[in-house]
């Protein structure tokens, strides 16, 4: 046959191999779930098998971007024109039981004139997905998450942002994370009392598309946020 | 009444084949499980079926050299077959489908009844 195998596997490292094997019982964990979720149960049990389901959900996520991000250097991936706002819909629609569960929600701002922006479709969708997680965890309850796109037209590009509310970083918390991602350009863009792996790996996904993430501080929570290449292809027409 | 359609179900994970299999049944297909690719060879000398579900990752091969040795017999090289694996997300359909492969079942995604689903419509 003159098919090449496909490289399936490039196990580079520790971590990345440990992200393989994590997947198969996280998958069977939550399949099991989803299998005990068909049948008859108190309300009690209801709720916590959803939890066990989406609990696993967001730990499948993060192995995938493991893996993903170890590909990176080795696998091309094509830059388009995007209208974010449909990756933000779709976002919005596939966390929305996993905010519901936690009892929060998860919108978007509404904008009147689309926007392009030059990117990496899956990249792009695994970035803002990280920062929703991120800012599930850190919203107060009853909160709105709220995702931002916003054109930047003095530096050409757009921003896409995550906003929470919940409880402000301190100045000394703050000036912390400023220090480590003005020293260090693989810097882990996290709070405290988090490794910030899922953001580590939303800032190699937007270095990979020519971008950048940051965060900005706000007195009750804070905005994540991804800058990407604006298209030019709207104002070509 | 026309006899069940026969699933062959290669997958090392004792537990995830049972419950698949539960679906299947279900689902009214006859299922035969395989836990490695050697076990699937000889299920297939046994009796050819009509859909093969496979695991890309088993215990001492990977699926390609199932797939592979399925190709080279006239008699299995058209049983349709369904990748269902973890690795979904590094794989192309189009890659694979030169191994009889039409349909990748994302197992990190699936829904239980995902399957019973990508079986129907490999055997439409």
């Known amino acids: 046959m003159g098919t090449e195998v496909p490289d399936i596997v490039p196990l580079v490292t520790p971590v990345v191999a440990a992200a393989h094997e994590l997947k198969s019982p996280l998958s069977l964990v939550r399949q099991l779930s989803l299998h005990l979720e068909q049948g008859d149960m108190t309300n009690a049990q209801r709720r916590m098998l959803r939890q066990i389901t989406l609990t696993s959900e967001r730990a499948l996520r993060l192995t995938t971007d493991l893996t993903k991000a170890a590909r990176l250097e080795d696998a091309l991936f094509d830059l388009e024109p995007i209208n974010p706002e449909q990756i933000c819909r779709d976002i919005v629609h596939e966390l929305k039981p996993l905010f519901e569960a936690h009892g929060r929600k998860l919108d978007m701002a509404k904008r009147t004139h689309p926007l392009l922006l030059v990117a990496n479709r899956d990249l792009l969708r695994r970035i803002l997905t990280n920062f929703s997680d991120n800012a599930l965890h850190y919203a107060e309850p009853g909160t709105v998450v709220r995702m931002q796109i916003q054109s930047l037209q003095k530096s050409g590009v757009v921003r896409i942002g995550v906003r929470d509310f919940g409880p402000a970083l301190s100045s000394d918390m703050w000036q912390a994370l400023q220090d480590k991602m003005a020293t260090a350009p693989q810097t882990i863009h996290a709070r405290p009392q988090s490794s910030g792996l899922g953001l580590l790996l939303a800032s190699q996904f937007a270095e990979a598309m020519h971008g950048r993430v940051g965060v900005t501080r706000h007195r009750d929570g804070a905005t994540f946020y991804v800058e990407l290449q604006a298209s030019r292809q709207l104002s070509l027409l | ?124």
């Open chain 2, 1 to 124: 009444m026309s006899a069940a359609q026969h699933v062959l179900l290669v997958e090392d994970d004792t537990w995830l084949a049972t419950l698949q299999t539960e679906t299947l049944i279900a689902a009214d297909y006859k299922v035969t499980v395989a836990a490695h690719a050697t076990a699937a060879i000889a299920c297939v000398d046994q009796h050819v079926p009509d859909v093969i579900i496979v695991d890309m990752l088993l215990t001492g091969t990977t699926a390609l050299a199932l797939l592979h040795e399925l190709q080279s017999h006239a008699d299995t090289r058209l049983v349709p077959v369904i990748l269902c694996t973890n690795l979904a997300d590094s794989l192309q359909l189009e890659e694979l489908a030169p191994y009889g492969v039409q349909r990748i079942v994302d197992k990190t995604t699936m829904q239980p009844d995902d399957i019973v689903a990508a079986v129907r419509s490999a055997l439409l």
